[in-house]
């Protein structure tokens, strides 16, 4: 198992690598610096900040410098905001995003499984449509909309929650992890669903039952365990996606997280920030990838086998 | 089954009963406090004048910093802020200011007038890259000291008399000389303190944090979270403190008009940059005390690629010009209560208004289309209308285009470019026509008029002319402002009748303030002035 | 979805009893019908169509439904069911080419990597991870800022984030059933990877891959709309749902209509999707038929 963890470490180093590369060539071709701005900047403004920044030189210079950097663990500085360190802009933004992210993934843990399984006992019944059509809501809205509707309803017209900020009133952490949350509950929804169905009619369930285990002790022990299989295999990404995705709620929030920086920095052609967030999210990823990956083989003993006898 | 259920009704009813007791807002807490909640447009670059452009920048700089005079904002009345007197020499340049006794760094260093010295030298220092730079022109040799054409600064038009009294010398006579010396570039910098986290030249150093924090206005740095908060508290050191009756003032980035405006009406902030102009009917229609609409010194206009054909053509240009019904855009179309604009200068900035205009006339708008070859737009070449994707800026060309096609019967293809792109195309006169805007920097039509000479940095179109040239170098000589107001005149009529622009409408800005926010005043370039501001808690409805 | 009428077309009388027993359901039925209506629509709009999509009216300006404009108009006066209507092209465009795209490449991947496990299974995963490692939000930010947003390139990068996943699950899957019976029968048959990648393994594991089918294709529309919401969405004066939703959210509390007629025809489309995807599944179950 430990040799199963160290190899995929080892294997993501060129995966990181091959991020590196790929988003600084793709960056620098981006049309406009990061320097531009309405006002025309004075051509010779423009040369000092280059040279200050070395844009002035060869692609692949800069390339390798930034390499050279990266390997003391150095991002840079921000471009956008010059005095900070593109580190120090990581360290500042990513507890909220992650701290966002974890809520909604349990929010969507709780949710989601809780319809799936429900549904999953009868199907085609009423106790199967609705939660699936209240789960099928979580999909349909995009977050850049349920996130407004909530905010209205419960900030505005109820005055409960807050509408804005992360920690610093109380419960105005509830809204922002519902919206990011509700679309992830709805994809655990249909997924656990379908894989209790699956399970549930296999026969080693039949059997449980022919025996007269009770209907709580089959779903739960039995049938849940491997009906959780697909839904870890969906939830390393979807960690993944969720933190990176967190953009549209940060920002309809106003949490100062990794999310909204990242996406601005986009637009904003501030280089390093891009590339210091790709590559802590690329490396956040393989992570999240390897922990599902370890869990799957927990879970499933036949998967642990292969690994340990194959390898 | 039965205990998921169990929990999804516990979490629901924990949900409820959390949010369920009657909070008090920000807004309230910060009344009682006399603490005002702001939402800033976008996070900060930095604090440093000397660095930064936006106004995102500005409306935290104004707190932090005090220029050596103040504009009363709603009269634009110059009044004594660091200098508590000044004089003028008679042919307007020379002015001598005096340096209030009381003025004091936010450290409790004394403010003197060498501060300004070394403040404007550092500006001009070229290794720094100050885009203000140019601000300091009208200064005697400020631009050849810039450019390197000078070495020593003891040549430029500043002088420390005293520690009390500075004379500064004037390239020209400049009669906005005044008003620029309340913009943000011209603020006094600590120094001691820069140079304590670098050299005087290098940018973004460690200076502007709130720990290193020195400056010399109302209010001083206390926190600089990125994406978060700014938050500015009373600096017992001003000359003035006993007239600022705010304690701290906290601004949040949010990038979004309409999450702002939720905001504020969550009562999370006291106001914001910019209401949006679709929300603007229900605060007006209800008339409430909190909506402030005030005309800008600003205006919104589209540029002619005035190289290519068949836009080099100023009969094409005035024809497609004289098309626009920019009374039914602004009625129909933008809704935030805009002025059509027939010409570049906004009305009535100290007394100048422009006598020419850009009429609204669809049929000589047809009549010249046909006589530059394109009768009914038959034959007129397909080209691009191109704008940056905001909702505004999109409703706006989708009216024009459908202008363009109904009068003209010319068909245009709209392309939106994320912002970046789009000034990197604007830059580089990639496109045909463009979307464009311009907020004056002082109020004086020379800032409008600037744009437009050969190969001025912001024209963008291509397009020159010599005697236009002329009239704008005439009017910077000249010794009076009958005589300035004439040349500026001549001059935009040329560009009235050259058209390589097509204004389109003068900005005015809708703003919420909460009425529970005293002495917030207008000002034609929109400058936060926060002194005088406190903070009346209101009764509960 | 062609692929599973392709799928079931050429199958044996497995699959017919599962069309057979799909058309008793009633609710896929009704999603199938709806989806057809949708599709028709699409494809009818430039005929049927009240007014152009381009078409403006400023001093009408945004007004509520009415019998001359049944689902309202914008703020400049454009009627809201043609642009709708031309909305659904591109919707349902990007949703089935991109999902139908992902759909190949993410099953045979996984599937292939599941069964033959080991040495290719780790390479081929690896693949899926370093793309997985890649924020393909900012990447396809930074593709259409660099190239414009074009529909082409909409389709490649969504269709190339989307396989992913379902190349993981497939494998997933796969891992899970390959020990069973009737797949080590089928080994020692003598049948070769290939017949039993797509004769056994592929059939059996219908169920996830279309219940994550039916959540990619509503997936799909909803990141061009994140797109719009970003502004890198599609040209306007065309229209997507996706675009028309991002509109109409800024304006939610002003002009509702303009966030709940769009709103109504992407959840219909994607409940319909989910209705006939279940009934699918439960179609195809080839378990459920011992009963």
Redesign the interface.
């Known amino acids: 198992m430990f040799l199963f963890i160290l190899k995929r470490i080892l ?2 180093a ?3 690598l ?2 590196t590369a ?2 600084f060539f ?2 620098h ?5 990061p320097f ?7 051509p ?2 423009i040369k ?2 280059n040279e ?1 920044y070395h844009l002035d030189e060869p692609i692949w210079q800069q390339f390798v410098g930034y390499l050279g950097h990266l390997l003391h663990g150095d991002f840079g ?1 921000s471009f ?5 360190t593109v580190n120090d ?1 990581i360290a ?2 990513f507890p909220a995003t992650f701290e966002l992210a974890l809520y909604a993934t349990l929010f969507a843990l ?2 989601g ?2 319809a799936g ?2 549904a999953s ?1 009868k ?2 019944s009423l106790q199967d ?1 609705v939660p ?2 209240a789960a ?2 979580g ?4 977050s ?2 349920l996130g ?2 909530l ?2 309803v ?3 017209w ?9 920690g610093q ?3 105005d952490k ?1 809204l922002p992890s519902i919206t990011l949350g509700a679309a992830y509950a709805a ?1 655990i929804a ?2 656990s ?3 209790m ?2 399970i549930l ?2 026969d080693y369930i039949r059997t449980a039952r022919a025996k007269g285990l009770s209907n ?1 002790r089959i ?1 739960f022990v039995h049938a849940l365990r ?1 009906a959780i ?2 839904v870890i ?2 939830l390393g ?1 979807a960690i ?1 996606g969720l933190l ?2 967190s ?2 709620v940060e ?2 929030f ?1 949490i ?2 990794l999310g ?5 920095a ?4 501030d280089y390093t920030m ?1 590339m210091g ?2 590559i802590f ?3 956040l ?2 992570v999240f ?1 390897l922990l599902a990956d370890v869990l ?1 083989v927990l879970l ?1 003993p ?2 642990r086998q ?1 690994v340990s006898g ?1 390898h | 089954m039965k205990y998921s259920l169990h929990i999804f009704l516990i979490f629901i009813s924990l949900l409820v009963l959390s949010a369920c007791e009657k909070r008090k807002t920000l807004v309230e807490i910060g009344n009682e406090q006399q603490v005002l909640h702001v939402g800033n447009p976008d996070e900060i670059a930095d604090v440093d004048p000397h660095t930064t452009t936006g106004s995102t920048e500005h409306n935290v700089q104004t707190a932090l910093f005090e220029g050596l005079v103040v504009q009363e904002p709603e009269t634009l009345e110059i009044k004594p802020a660091v200098a508590d007197t000044w004089s003028v020499s008679d042919d307007g340049k020379i002015y001598r200011f005096h340096i209030r006794d009381t003025a004091k760094w936010s450290n409790g260093d004394k403010l003197v007038a060498k501060d300004f010295v070394d403040t404007w030298h550092r500006a001009l220092l070229p290794a720094l890259g100050n885009q203000w730079a140019s601000y300091l022109f009208v200064i005697k040799n400020a631009e050849a000291f810039y450019k390197g054409e000078l070495k020593d600064f003891n040549d430029v038009g500043v002088k420390a008399l005293s520690d009390q009294d500075l004379e500064i010398t004037l390239a020209n006579n400049t009669p906005y000389f005044l008003q620029l010396l309340n913009h943000n570039s011209m603020y006094p910098l600590h120094t001691k303190t820069i140079l304590k986290f670098g050299a005087i030249d290098e940018r973004s150093t460690l200076w502007t944090r709130a720990e290193n924090f020195v400056g010399n206005g109302p209010f001083m740095l206390n926190e600089w979270t990125p994406q978060k908060l700014i938050s500015v508290v009373k600096n017992p050191n001003y000359w003035d403190v006993q007239n600022v009756r705010l304690n701290e003032i906290r601004f949040y980035p949010i990038q979004s008009e309409v999450n702002a405006e939720r905001s504020y009406r969550a009562g999370q902030v006291h106001l914001f940059d910019k209401l949006p102009a679709e929300k603007v009917s229900s605060y007006s229609d209800k008339k409430d005390p909190a909506l402030r609409t005030f005309q800008m010194y600003g205006t919104y206009f589209y540029r002619f690629n005035t190289t290519i054909k068949p836009l080099n053509d100023v009969r094409v240009r005035k024809a497609l010009a004289y098309a626009l019904d920019r009374e039914s855009l602004v009625k129909n179309v933008t809704g935030g209560g805009e002025l059509a604009a027939y010409t570049l200068t906004p009305p009535n900035a100290y007394g100048y208004t422009s006598n020419t205009k850009i009429p609204y006339d669809p049929n000589r708008a047809k009549a010249l289309l046909a006589e530059a070859g394109y009768p009914n737009g038959l034959g007129f070449p397909k080209f691009k209308l191109l704008y940056n994707t905001t909702e505004v800026h999109q409703k706006i060309a989708l009216a024009i285009q459908e202008m363009w096609k109904k009068s003209l019967g010319i068909e245009i293809q709209l392309e939106n470019q994320e912002w970046k792109t789009f000034l990197e195309n604007q830059r580089t006169m990639n496109y045909q026509i463009c979307r464009s805007s311009w907020v004056g920097d002082y109020v004086d039509p020379d800032t409008f008029l600037q744009l437009f000479i050969t190969d001025g940095g912001n024209n963008e179109t291509g397009w020159s002319n010599p005697v236009y040239d002329q009239l704008i170098k005439n009017a910077a000589s000249a010794t009076n402002e009958a005589e300035r107001f004439e040349y500026f005149q001549q001059a935009e009529k040329i560009l009235n009748d050259e058209v390589p622009i097509i204004p389109i409408y003068t900005y005015v800005r809708n703003r919420l303030v909460s009425p529970s926010v005293k002495n917030w005043k207008n000002h034609l370039q929109d400058f936060w002035v926060y002194k005088d501001l406190y903070l009346e808690p209101q009764a509960t409805k | 979805m062609t692929e599973f009428k392709i799928n079931i077309e050429k199958g044996t009388s497995l699959t017919h009893d599962a069309f057979m027993r799909l058309r008793k359901n009633n609710m896929a039925m009704i999603g199938l019908c709806i989806l057809i209506f949708f599709i028709a629509i699409a494809l009818l709009t430039p005929l049927i169509a009240p007014y152009t999509y381009e078409g403006q009216n400023l001093e009408l300006g945004a007004t509520p439904p009415s019998a001359l404009h049944w689902l309202g108009t914008d703020v400049l006066g454009r009627d809201q069911l043609t642009r709708i209507m031309y909305g659904s092209r591109v919707s349902l465009m990007v949703g089935f080419i991109a999902t139908a795209v992902a759909l190949l490449i993410g099953v045979l991947w996984g599937a292939i990597a599941g069964f033959l496990g080991g040495r290719v299974d780790a390479i081929m995963m690896r693949i899926v991870d370093a793309l997985y490692a890649l924020p393909f939000t900012i990447f396809i930010i930074l593709l259409t800022v660099i190239f414009g947003s074009s529909m082409l390139l909409l389709f490649l990068a969504i269709g190339a984030v989307e396989w992913l996943t379902m190349a993981r699950i497939v494998r997933g899957q796969v891992l899970t059933i390959k020990g069973q019976e009737f797949v080590e029968a089928a080994i020692t048959m003598g049948l070769s990877p290939w017949q039993i990648i797509t004769r056994h393994l592929i059939p059996n594991v219908l169920g996830p891959i279309i219940v994550y089918t039916t959540l990619t294709i509503p997936s799909v529309i909803l990141l061009e709309s994140f797109l719009s919401f970003l502004g890198l969405g599609i040209q306007p004066p065309q229209s997507s749902w996706g675009s028309l939703i991002s509109g109409g959210t800024e304006t939610m509390e002003e002009y509702p209509w303009l966030l709940i007629f769009p709103g109504l025809a992407l959840s219909l489309t994607l409940f319909s999707l989910n209705f006939l995807g279940d009934g699918l599944r439960d179609a195809l179950d080839p378990r459920a038929s011992k009963d």
């Open positions: 294997q993501s060129p995966v990181l091959l991020v790929v988003t793709m960056i071709a981006a049309p406009g610096g531009s701005q309405e006002r025309a900047v004075p010779e403004v000092r900040l200050r500085p956008k905001y010059p005095t900070h802009l500042a933004g709780v949710i499984l809780t399984i429900i006992l199907p085609n449509y699936m059509s099928m809501l999909i349909c809205l995009p850049f909309v407004p509707i905010l209205l419960f900030g505005i109820l005055q409960w929650l807050p509408v804005a900020g992360w009133i109380a419960g509830i994809y249909r997924i669903r379908g894989s169905l699956e009619s296999q709580a779903i491997g299989t697909p295999s969906f990404p993944a990176a995705g953009f549209v920002t309809i106003q100062p997280g909204r920086f990242y996406v601005q986009a637009f904003n052609r891009i967030c790709t999210f690329a490396f990823i393989v990838n799957l499933n036949k998967v292969e194959g």
